[in-house]
């Protein structure tokens, strides 16, 4: 095995030790800033209450690319059921079992390595290389990458090429790659009836049953058609509850919670004022309390989609398809600052599971693709 390949299973390996549950980082960001800074890097912390992020640059220049993402991962599940402890890495047939193998502490570390050869071979590169590390992205996404926008925003930071390294493939390192998510909108109703018996429903309003009609017509809208890129909306009703856990008592009220992904072809004001308005015809007493926890974001076929799109066609032989399917990422944050944005990483069949795992071969893959890439914008 190439030096290449230990230094990035070394590294991954350090990483995935760490206990870092979200949005606990658990001492990952010091493991990479220590190698950030060896390589010259100047690294600023950005700490935002229980979240740790790390902000770190190389070099300076008309063009900046940054590797963003992110040190926490989600519960483990039953660790019986694992092959080994998940945060006592393993290897089995040249595969990496552990927690984050795939998501994402695998393409953190390709991408460190990736930069420490980039760096080392082309000092002066002209353009700016930077990091964007936070430890919170699967949690609540509240004081990690969208603080760090927001302060970066302020200073007026020029951000030109993103890739974030979620893991994004679906059988071979770089077949699929996002340019664009969807966006995400919550809905928190509560609609209002009159408590009763249940032997006198006259004497009562039973919410549930009024809300019904309603509910169903959401469930079935059509909202759009979708296109090439993005999936058509879609809405999913994830929470419903109504009664007092007795069976003689008509409920007073009903809560009902429903989540929309929608691309740009849709705002989050049309999707709002379409759902009031079938409410009102139905002539519900509601208060819906909205939570907009994305914006749809798209990135053109410009510049860096082509350089990935060749960069992985070079290593690969294969030709990406491009999707923006899926949950949402700190994507949403970053375009903010008007990056064009790439996500590209590791195969995703495993993450979130027990046995999380990914192939050796693919980190070092993963890290020349993210080294060609540097050098195809910022050299």
Same mark, same amino acid.
């Given at each position: 095995?190439?030096?290449?390949?230990c230094?990035?299973?070394?590294?991954?390996?350090?990483?995935?030790? !760490?206990?870092?549950?979200s949005?606990?980082? *658990?001492?990952?960001?010091?493991?990479?800033?220590?190698?950030l800074q *060896?390589?010259?890097?100047?690294?600023?912390?950005?700490?935002?209450?229980?979240?740790?992020?790390?902000w &770190?640059?190389?070099?300076?220049?008309?063009?900046t690319?940054?590797f &963003?993402?992110?040190?926490?991962?989600?519960?483990?599940g039953?660790?019986?059921?694992w092959?080994?402890?998940?945060?006592?890495p393993?290897?089995?047939?040249?595969?990496?079992?552990? !927690?984050? *193998?795939?998501?994402?502490k $695998?393409?953190? &570390?390709?991408?460190v390595?990736?930069?420490?050869?980039?760096?080392?071979?082309?000092?002066h590169?002209?353009?700016r290389?930077?990091?964007l590390?936070t430890?919170?992205?699967?949690s609540s996404a509240?004081?990690?990458?969208?603080?760090?926008?927001?302060?970066?925003?302020?200073?007026?930071?020029?951000?030109?090429?993103?890739?974030?390294?979620?893991p994004t493939s679906?059988?071979?390192?770089?077949?699929?790659?996002?340019n664009?998510r969807?966006?995400?909108?919550?809905?928190n109703?509560?609609?209002?009836?009159?408590?009763?018996?249940?032997a006198?429903?006259h004497?009562?309003?039973?919410?549930?049953?009024? *809300?019904?009609?309603a509910?169903?017509?959401?469930i079935?809208m059509?909202?759009d058609?979708?296109?090439?890129?993005?999936?058509?909306?879609t809405l999913?009703?994830?929470?419903?509850?109504?009664?007092?856990?007795?069976?003689?008592?008509?409920?007073?009220?009903?809560?009902?919670?429903?989540?929309?992904r929608? $691309?740009?072809?849709l705002t989050?004001?049309?999707?709002?004022?379409?759902?009031e308005?079938?409410m009102?015809?139905?002539?519900?007493?509601?208060?819906?309390?909205w939570?907009l926890?994305?914006?749809?974001?798209?990135?053109? !076929?410009g510049k860096?989609?082509?350089v990935?799109?060749?960069t992985?066609q070079?290593?690969?032989n294969? /030709?990406?398809?491009?999707?923006?399917t899926?949950?949402?990422?700190?994507?949403?944050?970053?375009a903010?600052?008007?990056?064009?944005i790439?996500?590209?990483?590791? /195969?995703?069949?495993s993450?979130?599971?027990?046995?999380?795992?990914?192939?050796?071969?693919?980190?070092?893959?993963?890290?020349?693709?993210?080294?060609?890439i540097?050098?195809?914008?910022?050299?």
């Amino acid at each position: 095995m190439c030096k290449t390949s230990c230094s990035i299973l070394q590294l991954t390996k350090k990483l995935i030790e !760490r206990h870092s549950l979200s949005p606990n980082d *658990a001492g990952c960001q010091k493991i990479i800033i220590k190698r950030l800074q *060896a390589l010259g890097f100047i690294v600023e912390l950005m700490p935002f209450e229980d979240t740790q992020n790390v902000w &770190a640059w190389h070099g300076s220049g008309e063009n900046t690319l940054v590797f &963003a993402g992110h040190t926490d991962v989600v519960p483990t599940g039953d660790i019986r059921k694992w092959y080994s402890p998940p945060f006592e890495p393993i290897v089995r047939n040249g595969i990496l079992y552990g !927690r984050g *193998a795939a998501d994402m502490k $695998g393409a953190l &570390a390709a991408s460190v390595v990736a930069a420490e050869r980039f760096v080392t071979q082309n000092p002066h590169h002209r353009g700016r290389l930077a990091f964007l590390i936070t430890s919170d992205e699967e949690s609540s996404a509240r004081n990690g990458t969208v603080k760090v926008v927001d302060l970066l925003m302020d200073r007026q930071e020029k951000l030109d090429f993103c890739i974030i390294g979620e893991p994004t493939s679906n059988h071979q390192v770089g077949d699929t790659i996002k340019n664009g998510r969807r966006g995400s909108l919550t809905a928190n109703v509560l609609i209002h009836g009159i408590q009763g018996h249940v032997a006198y429903p006259h004497l009562a309003h039973n919410p549930f049953h009024h *809300a019904m009609d309603a509910l169903y017509e959401l469930i079935k809208m059509k909202w759009d058609q979708g296109d090439s890129l993005f999936p058509p909306t879609t809405l999913q009703i994830t929470n419903i509850h109504a009664g007092t856990n007795k069976n003689n008592v008509i409920p007073g009220k009903l809560y009902v919670q429903f989540n929309l992904r929608f $691309g740009p072809s849709l705002t989050d004001e049309m999707i709002r004022q379409k759902v009031e308005s079938i409410m009102n015809h139905y002539n519900l007493c509601y208060h819906i309390d909205w939570e907009l926890s994305a914006q749809p974001f798209f990135t053109h !076929r410009g510049k860096l989609v082509e350089v990935v799109i060749q960069t992985v066609q070079h290593y690969q032989n294969i /030709i990406p398809s491009l999707e923006a399917t899926g949950g949402t990422s700190d994507g949403r944050f970053i375009a903010l600052l008007g990056a064009q944005i790439v996500e590209l990483g590791l /195969i995703n069949n495993s993450i979130h599971k027990i046995n999380e795992c990914v192939r050796i071969t693919d980190l070092r893959i993963l890290s020349y693709i993210y080294q060609r890439i540097m050098e195809n914008l910022i050299l």
